[in-house]
């Protein structure tokens, strides 16, 4: 095909900038109806029936993106991502998250009628959604897929893996072309490996670029940024015939993921033979930073053993502050400095942080406890400060237990005074199982399942891989097809007995509170490895494929859905297997927004509804007041839905 039937084909292209961003993310696929824009339930909405309330919290790292051939929306996702965003063209609102379990994204494909999009995983397996509900379909694509795998090198760098290959400089000739190259120049490919951009054009801050034809080695369309929306370079497109795409590649380090500045590409000239490109804005030239944005580090997020909270600490020196949210009613109840680490008590009442300003390998010197809303700082004894220094709660929050070697220290979360010291013996490597609520510590070593009670070390395991854990309040003891317990109330402990091979090495982290259910390694119809969560009393699958975190009562389990562009949480309920919540951290980190299934949203304290749209397939509606009313959820009544 001549350069000139080839910009033919390029008709009325449309260029979607980078949203250069640290953002979080959309929503995950498991709660189909708050991902998906499906229809759900809504008795009583009217006109606003089947809508569901959709963050516009997606996160970066964009490296490929595909068109509907309809041109209304397309796909943005990254090598290795665990789902893809689908995004109205028109105005750039994410309308739902594509994702499976264990999902890595090398490939994608879309069907000529747009109605079904199809993802390939690096083990080669498919999947398929349908496009206007996200919910699954049949998994055999209609259409080539597109491989994401290299779309983009450095021409020279460090990272041997994103080094532009000699054969694709040599095979192209681009050093010739392009010889003002320079280390760290990006070499972007389209997915059909047929254009690149190759650096810049002139002057870096002319945002000047070009397609560069690699068949024909010509340039296909020159262009020029009529401003700078984000600040970065464009990274990654594709071509569908009608429309270009950019997007950044920076990942989880910049605020600005969703603002988008769309051009739109028209041609003039002479039938045969060159033309001339003119590109016009239509949507977007932005670059809006949330109020209160750090984007100096990244930030770890988790939830509160009982299901309660959401947790903020974790990122590097000079990070913002230890915090936590009630998801009860989106109020921020702990806001700590300076940098630390924290646990929480599992009934939610205590929160202790040990400070690291210097960084994770450095002595700790202070402790911060607030119980109940009332905050105290203690300095830590100079015989505990270490970088070693392990901290645990009892579930009562009354009592804070200091581990360094074979020295153990019992405080009062009320004043900071010891109330009991152990000496563990250096022949016993010791894991802290518990801190009771009476602030007794109980220890395991795991070599010969002896037990730390009362002072001194009791052997207690009686058969071959018999797991010994704390018996809670909430346990009931099984004897099932996977385990037999043996309870052994005066010390505090249960002796679970294994019954089926699957239970052999199965770890404490991987088994309930209430002893009913356990996490156990499968595999899925393509034969990739996965986890399910099944019942103990007769083995059959509670939840496929998940794997997570027990709230200490035992009904529910927390799934952390993260990878390299999005964070979210799940919380599923075990008796009936379905989703009662997802939580992701808003844009600014400074948050969260919590949608249900049916399609109701909660804010943290000081979010925007700016951040929030109604979708339902592919039709999308702003909040207003009328929507506020209906889709905003209230406060819960309890912690534990």
């Not at 995983?121 to 959604?129: E, Q, S, T």
């Not at 254009?195 to 068949?215: C, N, P, R, T």
């Not at 594709?238 to 429309?243: C, F, I, L």
């Amino acid at each position: 095909m001549t350069i000139v039937a080839r910009t033919a084909t390029l008709l009325a292209m449309a260029l979607v900038v980078f949203a250069c961003g640290r953002a979080n993310p959309t929503l995950a696929g498991e709660a189909k109806a708050a991902a998906g824009g499906a229809a759900v339930e809504s008795p009583g909405r009217g006109e606003l029936t089947g809508f569901v309330a959709t963050p516009q919290a997606a996160a970066g790292g964009n490296q490929a993106f595909l068109i509907a051939p309809n041109g209304s929306w397309f796909l943005a996702t990254s090598p290795r991502a665990s789902g893809a965003r689908l995004i109205d063209i028109s105005n750039g609102i994410t309308l739902r998250f594509l994702t499976s379990p264990g999902l890595h994204i090398a490939a994608l494909s879309i069907s000529p009628d747009s109605k079904t999009v199809f993802a390939r995983d690096y083990d080669g397996h498919d999947v398929a959604w349908d496009a206007a509900t996200g919910e699954p379909a049949p998994s055999i694509p209609t259409a080539d897929f597109r491989d994401i795998t290299k779309l983009w090198f450095s021409y020279e760098g460090n990272d041997a893996e994103r080094r532009a290959p000699v054969e694709l400089l040599t095979r192209y000739h681009l050093q010739v072309h392009f010889p003002q190259l320079k280390r760290f120049d990006k070499i972007t490919l389209n997915p059909t490996k047929e254009y690149a951009i190759v650096g810049y054009v002139g002057d870096a801050d002319w945002k000047s670029f070009q397609i560069w034809d690699l068949k024909n080695e010509k340039t296909a369309v020159f262009f020029r940024l009529a401003s700078d929306p984000c600040g970065f370079d464009p990274s990654a497109f594709d071509y569908d015939g009608r429309h270009l795409i950019f997007g950044n590649s920076r990942g989880e380090s910049e605020s600005n993921q969703l603002d988008f500045a769309i051009f739109e590409i028209a041609y003039s000239g002479p039938d045969e033979g060159p033309k001339t490109a003119h590109a016009t804005q239509i949507l977007g030239n932005k670059c809006s930073v949330p109020p209160s944005f750090d984007g100096g580090s990244e930030q770890e997020f988790s939830i509160s053993p009982a299901g309660g909270l959401m947790l903020r600490g974790g990122g590097l020196p000079g990070s913002p502050e230890w915090a936590a949210w009630d998801l009860r009613n989106g109020k921020k109840v702990a806001s700590i400095h300076p940098d630390g680490e924290g646990v929480v008590s599992s009934d939610g009442s205590t929160i202790v942080v040990l400070h690291n300003p210097k960084g994770f390998d450095s002595h700790s010197s202070r402790i911060t406890v607030q119980r109940y809303g009332r905050r105290k700082t203690f300095n830590i004894p100079r015989s505990l400060q270490s970088d070693g220094l392990q901290v645990g709660i009892s579930p009562n929050g009354r009592w804070i237990a200091l581990h360094l070697a074979e020295t153990i220290v019992v405080w009062s979360a009320r004043d900071g005074k010891v109330a009991k010291k152990y000496q563990v013996s250096r022949d016993h490597p010791a894991i802290v199982l518990q801190i009771t609520d009476r602030g007794d510590v109980l220890l395991v070593d795991e070599r010969d399942g002896a037990v730390f009670v009362n002072g001194r070390w009791r052997a207690v395991r009686t058969v071959e891989h018999g797991l010994i854990v704390p018996l809670t309040p909430n346990f009931h003891a099984q004897c099932g097809v996977m385990f037999c317990d043996r309870v052994m109330a005066d010390l505090g402990v249960v002796e679970r007995q294994p019954r089926d091979a699957r239970a052999r090495d199965v770890a404490r982290a991987d088994l309930s509170p209430d002893g009913r259910y356990m996490i156990v390694r499968a595999r899925d119809k393509e034969d990739s490895l996965t986890h399910d969560v099944i019942d103990i009393a007769d083995g059959h699958v509670v939840l496929p494929g998940k794997t997570g975190n027990f709230v200490s009562n035992g009904r529910s389990l927390i799934v952390r859905e993260i990878d390299a562009d999005r964070v979210n949480f799940i919380k599923y309920d075990l008796p009936t297997g379905k989703p009662v919540w997802t939580v992701t951290p808003n844009r600014a980190q400074d948050g969260f927004y919590m949608t249900f299934p049916d399609g109701r949203v909660r804010f943290s304290a000081g979010a925007h509804y700016g951040d929030l749209v109604l979708v339902r397939g592919f039709e999308v509606r702003h909040f207003g007041i009328e929507e506020t009313k209906q889709f905003v959820a209230p406060p819960d009544a309890v912690r534990d839905r």
